[in-house]
């Protein structure tokens, strides 16, 4: 699966938020949870469910 900045994400543990960083080597990203005051967490791609939501390009 693919992820991607702005991308928002469900996490395995129910949580959703939006993926704020894409860090390369290793894979991971800084995720941001609104419902947390805006807490930002580094979560590695094994944690992430599916994406529920993407910027549509045109």
Not at 22 to 41: A, H, I, R, S
């Amino acid at each position: 699966m693919i992820v991607e900045e702005h991308d928002v994400v469900l996490l395995k543990d129910g949580r959703e938020g939006t993926v704020v960083y894409v860090g390369k080597d290793p894979l991971g990203y800084l995720v941001e949870f609104p419902e947390d005051e805006g807490e930002v967490e580094e979560i590695s791609p094994d944690q992430i469910e599916r994406v529920t939501w993407r910027i549509k390009e045109q």
